[in-house]
């Protein structure tokens, strides 16, 4: 069975603090796919990043950065100098690898939810 | 802007209502979802189709009925709901295939049902 854990319920920050979105999963494949979404008020989930299980390297893409960490199973997000516009609820996500017709199953951790105070 | 989009954004119905919320992409991606959200919940799957043909259904109850017509299509057919059925409806959609890739979501038809 695969689970995700994001333990932060609900995160406040200040405009441009910095902040760390905490993801921990299991699993017993061996061939992953991880992945964070955005979810602004709007509804639509927005994709931002995928990583495989193979590959650890770390990611910075502008403002955000993501640390891929096999030995602790955790994938966690920074948004550096945080803005109004990143306040939304994040979810963290796993897949297994390709097996089949529907293997795309995401299971969800159950969402932070971050507010960035001007 | 999002390439999967979803009709109507709101939805009002009753319970002896028949409705249907559409979903099309036009990505060539072959795989489509239909997930269910409640409020401060992440979201749920209902069904998945592959290459236009049912291959999860995730123990949905009937009075959902989904429907692919084309690759680029997906319908989610609904009549008889309950009001606990109220909830953010998105669907999604994704390549088929070895490699798993991303899924990329609509921005969701938000149903309540009276």
């Known amino acids: 069975a695969q689970k995700v854990t994001q333990a932060q319920t609900e995160i406040s920050v200040v405009e441009k603090e910095d902040v760390t979105l905490d993801c921990v999963y299991e699993?017993?494949?061996?061939?992953?796919?991880l992945f964070w979404y955005k979810q602004p008020p709007s509804g639509e989930l927005v994709f931002l990043i995928r990583?495989?299980?193979?590959?650890?390297q770390n990611e910075i893409s502008g403002r955000y950065s993501w640390n891929f960490q096999k030995s602790t199973s955790s994938f966690n997000f920074t948004i550096t100098a945080s803005q109004v516009v990143d306040s939304a609820v994040y979810f963290c996500?796993?897949?297994?690898?390709?097996?089949?017709?529907?293997?795309?199953?995401?299971?969800f951790g159950k969402g932070t939810k971050l507010s960035v105070i001007p | 802007d999002t390439e999967v989009t979803q009709t109507p954004k709101h939805l009002v119905m009753g319970m002896t209502n028949k409705k249907s919320l559409k979903c099309e992409q036009h990505?060539?991606?072959?795989?489509m979802y239909w997930y269910k959200q409640k409020a401060k919940k992440p979201p749920e799957l209902m069904f998945v189709?592959?290459?236009?043909?049912?291959?999860i259904n995730e123990s949905v109850p009937s009075r959902f009925s989904p429907e692919c017509p084309n690759s680029s299509l997906l319908n989610l057919h609904l009549h008889a709901l309950q009001p606990e059925d109220s909830a953010l409806y998105l669907c999604?959609?994704?390549?088929?295939?070895?490699?798993?890739?991303?899924?990329?979501f609509g921005q969701g038809t938000r149903l309540t049902v009276v």
């Open positions: 990583r495989n299980s193979f590959d650890e």
């Open positions: 999604a959609s994704s390549q088929e295939g070895s490699g798993s890739t991303e899924a990329f």
């Open positions: 189709y592959s290459y236009e043909k049912l291959s």
């Open positions: 699993t017993r494949d061996t061939t992953y796919y």
């Open positions: 996500a796993l897949s297994g690898a390709y097996s089949g017709a529907g293997s795309y199953q995401l299971t």
């Open positions: 990505m060539g991606h072959r795989a």
